[in-house]
């Protein structure tokens, strides 16, 4: 109502001086045309021409002090442009859903879709499971699904899929006393192929990488057993089965180590990995989340990369298989209903490869 006031007025105050000096007063509205168009023009040089309200507003108004034979060589649109501008007007005069009252869950606050888009940005192989877990530990409950949807009204595609473990019976039954256990390599910057031996505790997701060296012979592979069995503490009581490829590199030494312990060894199919599939996958996400954007220098840069990548999977890491908590935690953070006025941490691991967030206390 108001808009199509001010515009009824603007009509009559500029036709005004059409009445007294109806030749000037076309080239005086040519000449504003002109000028508005330049201004629009030097606001949006980057990029294609977009007319806002403003400016379909004056240049309909200008358009009944100029003739219509000259339209096409004043006006930098053509009188369809302008009727389908005075159609979508009256569309939205008359349009209420807009106007009509929320039902459902509440919107997500402005202050927590910025936090969102933060962490997605400052971490780009981050998908919104991972940003979701990001948020409990921060203290903000929200969907998965939710998340999502807000990466994808901003036009953020999703992270490559992950996928979960295959083998899930004898997992699922028996994870609370499963240790796993398997190689990987890794590449330095002149080519050479490091090997480092990683172990995972299926119950708490405790990640133990306990070497990193260039010949894995069985002798080493046997001191890293004995430094895992040290390292464990008191945790050796939840343990019952070490479970591994059929790689040589082990030995039966090796086994010694953990049967010493009481726990039985329990060996994979050939050419199965996915009968190792928790251990397999957590090596996916040291490559994808370190390795692949890290230049490893040699042996000692390498353990120094896997140490602090071992600390922040262990200290901070969510995951969803225990709800969103790392590893050492045992219980939930206290929820944030209050954004404003909290100070957001950034701490930045091995460069800002990897970010982990706190409020400030």
């Not at 806002?52 to 930098?76: T, V």
């Not at 991972?130 to 409990?136: C, F, K, N, P, V």
């Not at 203290?139 to 899930?168: D, K, N, Q, Y």
Request: aromatic fraction near 8%; charge should be positive.
């Amino acid at each position: 109502m108001i808009v199509s006031l001010l515009y009824k007025v603007a009509r009559k105050l500029l036709s005004v001086p059409g009445v007294l000096l109806s030749r000037d007063s076309t080239k005086a509205a040519e000449l504003l045309v002109l000028r508005h168009e330049n201004a629009v023009l030097r606001r949006q040089i980057a990029g294609p021409v977009r007319y806002e309200p403003a400016d379909r507003f004056w240049l309909a108004a200008l358009s009944k002090l100029i003739p219509r034979r000259r339209w096409r060589e004043i006006f930098p649109v053509t009188p369809g442009t302008l009727l389908a501008w005075h159609h979508r007007f009256i569309a939205a005069k008359w349009d209420y859903s807009a106007r009509r009252t929320r039902t459902g869950r509440p919107p997500t606050r402005a202050a927590l879709k910025k936090l969102i888009l933060q962490l997605v940005r400052e971490t780009t192989q981050w998908g919104h499971r991972r940003i979701q877990g990001e948020l409990a530990r921060l203290g903000h409950p929200i969907a998965a699904s939710t998340v999502w949807e807000i990466l994808h009204a901003a036009g953020i595609g999703p992270a490559p899929r992950r996928t979960g473990p295959t083998w899930r019976e004898f997992l699922t039954n028996q994870a609370q006393g499963i240790i796993a256990a398997d190689f990987f390599h890794l590449d330095t910057a002149v080519g050479r192929r490091l090997y480092a031996l990683a172990f995972l505790e299926h119950r708490t997701r405790r990640l133990h990488i306990t070497g990193v060296t260039a010949h894995p012979t069985r002798e080493w592979a046997v001191q890293q057993a004995r430094n895992l069995a040290a390292d464990l503490g008191t945790r050796k009581e939840f343990l019952r089965f070490l479970l591994r490829d059929r790689d040589g590199k082990y030995g039966l030494s090796f086994d010694a180590v953990f049967e010493a312990e009481e726990m039985e060894i329990l060996l994979s199919a050939p050419r199965a990995p996915g009968m190792n599939a928790h251990c397999e996958r957590v090596i996916g996400s040291i490559r994808r989340e370190v390795l692949d954007h890290v230049l490893i220098m040699n042996e000692a840069h390498a353990r120094q990369v896997l140490a602090a990548y071992e600390r922040h999977h262990n200290e901070h890491r969510p995951h969803r298989a225990r709800n969103q908590l790392p590893p050492g935690a045992d219980q939930q953070p206290i929820a944030v209903h209050a954004l404003e006025g909290r100070r957001l941490l950034r701490t930045r691991v091995l460069g800002s490869v990897i970010n982990e967030y706190r409020y400030a206390a």
